[in-house]
């Protein structure tokens, strides 16, 4: 689906196609298998991504429960909340930028520019892939930079991603706590 995605935002001739008319299209031009294309990237990047948000948010939470607690007669459950989703956010930025990193370079070669090509010689070539291999995108950025080329664009990420995740873990507790359910890291 994220190579139909892709497809759709990178390439003029996917832009007006819906899932139901794309998907036929992306099999037919570029295989079956280009549905799988990019699925160890958005697996490097969304795990990570996950599991800094979610484990990070409730593990941080419950320390600042017991943190906040030494200095505070009683806790006011906003603070714990806001302290711990700042932090997860920060948590999932860091864990999943070299997966954002190898996405956008998976993907790389379907925003390079398309020569026209008549029918017979596109045929002659064979499908077309719109993806890079895992293993290629992260060579060719380890290439570019060493290890510190996956954290570039990493400050931006944590201003712009940031916010947006401090601000669901935030919604997330406060809805848990409008249901009647106790406050994340509160038991």
């Known amino acids: 689906m994220e190579s139909l995605r892709i497809k759709q935002v990178t390439d003029e001739s996917y832009q007006n196609d819906s899932l139901l008319t794309g998907l036929p299209k992306l099999i037919q031009q570029d295989g079956f298998l280009s ?31 017991k943190f906040y607690g030494q200095f505070l007669e009683i806790v006011n459950k906003w603070l714990v909340s806001i302290s711990a989703a700042a932090c997860a956010s920060l948590a999932a930025c860091l864990l999943s930028q070299p997966g954002d990193m190898i996405l956008t370079e998976t993907y790389s070669a379907s925003k390079a520019p398309k020569k026209k090509k008549t029918r017979r010689a596109a045929a002659a070539e064979g ?34 991603v940031g916010m947006i995740i401090t601000s669901q873990l935030v919604i997330y507790d406060l809805v848990k706590q409008m249901l009647g359910l106790p406050a994340t890291g509160s038991h």
């Open 127 to 160: 499908p077309s892939s719109s993806t890079k291999p895992f293993g290629v995108a992260v060579s060719e950025i380890y290439q570019r930079g060493g290890s510190a080329e996956f954290f570039r664009g990493l400050s931006t990420r944590i201003l712009h």
């Open 35 to 65: 549905l799988f294309g990019g699925m160890w990237a958005m697996l490097a990047k969304q795990v990570p991504y996950t599991f800094g948000k979610q484990v990070s948010f409730d593990v941080l939470a419950g320390f600042f429960y």
